[in-house]
């Protein structure tokens, strides 16, 4: 297993507790957007200038450039998916607790009629 590899390892278990322990703080919605901006800038230059991702891969101990793109495609991806799966189970529970609330409220009118 080349160094890359563990670095991206290492780099998505990172992802996964900073997801978890800072879940909802405004701190964490800046670096996202930080992040996505990074992503996209990565992204156009890989596109425009790909022999020098070749170079960038082969410098980190990957064959092809095609394949680095590919490797951070999966940490994208695993953040996409780790942030989306922690907004729906906050927004889930949000929801459970305004039904609650409701249902509360509505007993507690019909028992006042």
């Known amino acids: 297993m080349i160094w890359f590899q563990i670095l991206t390892i290492v780099g998505l278990v990172a992802l996964v507790a900073f997801f978890v322990v800072n879940r909802g703080t405004a701190r964490a919605s800046a670096g996202v957007k930080i992040l996505f901006v990074a992503f996209v800038?990565?992204?156009?230059?890989?596109?425009?200038?790909?022999?020098?991702?070749?170079?960038?891969?082969?410098?980190?101990?990957?064959?092809?450039?095609?394949?680095?793109?590919?490797?951070?495609?999966?940490?994208?991806?695993?953040?996409?998916?780790?942030?989306?799966?922690?907004?729906?189970?906050?927004?889930?529970?949000?929801?459970?607790?305004?039904a609650r609330a409701v249902a509360l409220r509505d007993a507690d009118n019909q028992s006042q009629d």
């Open 41 to 98: 800038a990565f992204g156009l230059y890989a596109m425009l200038r790909q022999d020098d991702i070749t170079w960038l891969a082969n410098k980190v101990g990957i064959q092809r450039g095609l394949d680095l793109v590919l490797f951070l495609l999966v940490v994208a991806f695993a953040f996409t998916t780790v942030s989306t799966y922690l907004r729906f189970r906050e927004l889930e529970i949000k929801y459970a607790r305004l």
